[in-house]
């Protein structure tokens, strides 16, 4: 069983910074991506940004130059620094992890979602 478990999310006025977090635990063997989406209330979820486990990275239109996704394989945590936040970053963030279990080294992964954690940008 694989659990990610996310922190660091709150309210902020718009301009602010938060950093949230995402670390993932469990019977995991390697992760490739790992994500972050969004979801603001009655709107669809979204990619915000992910990260292969070479480093590689993507970010929505909508938040390029301001946030900045980043890992740490030794820990399995995935980490987003979100700078100059606006109220349309509002919403549930959640992270996502494609795992490769520790019972199943063939190369075959499984994806998982964290619980979401709340981010509020006030005007």
């Known amino acids: 069983q694989v659990q990610l478990v996310e922190s660091g999310g709150g309210q902020v006025h718009a301009g602010g910074s938060l950093r949230i977090s995402c670390a993932a635990s469990?019977?995991?063997?390697?992760?490739?991506?790992m994500a972050w989406y969004r979801q603001a209330p009655g709107k669809q979820r979204e990619l915000v940004a992910d990260i292969l486990s070479s480093g590689g990275t993507r970010y929505a239109d909508s938040v390029k130059g301001r946030f900045t996704i980043s890992r740490d394989n030794a820990k399995n945590t995935v980490y987003m620094q979100m700078n100059s936040l606006k109220p349309e970053d509002t919403g549930v963030y959640y992270c996502?992890?494609?795992?490769?279990?520790?019972?199943?080294?063939?190369?075959?992964?499984?994806?998982?979602w964290g619980q979401g954690t709340q981010v509020t940008v006030s005007s």
């Open positions: 996502s992890a494609e795992v490769v279990a520790g019972s199943n080294r063939d190369g075959h992964s499984v994806d998982y």
């Open positions: 469990g019977n995991i063997f390697t992760i490739y991506t």
